[in-house]
């Protein structure tokens, strides 16, 4: 009886392994990103920088200068918006 409670903590313990296993090869490791200023519209913004946007959701306009999102890094001067490309610095 002892044998047949080693042999199932056995294969327990190697399919917790198993599983541990592919969920790390699942998982790719995530892009690095950057803030990108002047892109998102009003109310959607990520924690933000100057007067007006303390923090998420606080920007008052459609790609206001201040406020930024995270985006994939080097993707950010290529987003084109009504006011022109987003910037990696605020703007006023």
Known sequence: MKS???ALAATFA???TA?????????PQPKPQEK?????LA????CAAGAGTSCAGTSKTDYQG???VLVDKGTCTQIKTPKGH???????
Do not use: I
């Open 36 to 40: 990108c200023f002047g892109v998102s």
């Open 43 to 46: 109310g959607k913004n990520d």
């Open 19 to 27: 599983l541990a296993t592919n969920a790390n090869a699942a998982d």
């Open 86 to 92: 987003g910037s990696l610095k605020a703007t006023s």
């Open 4 to 6: 047949s409670y080693a």
């Open 14 to 16: 190697l399919s917790l």
């Open 66 to 68: 201040n406020a930024f």
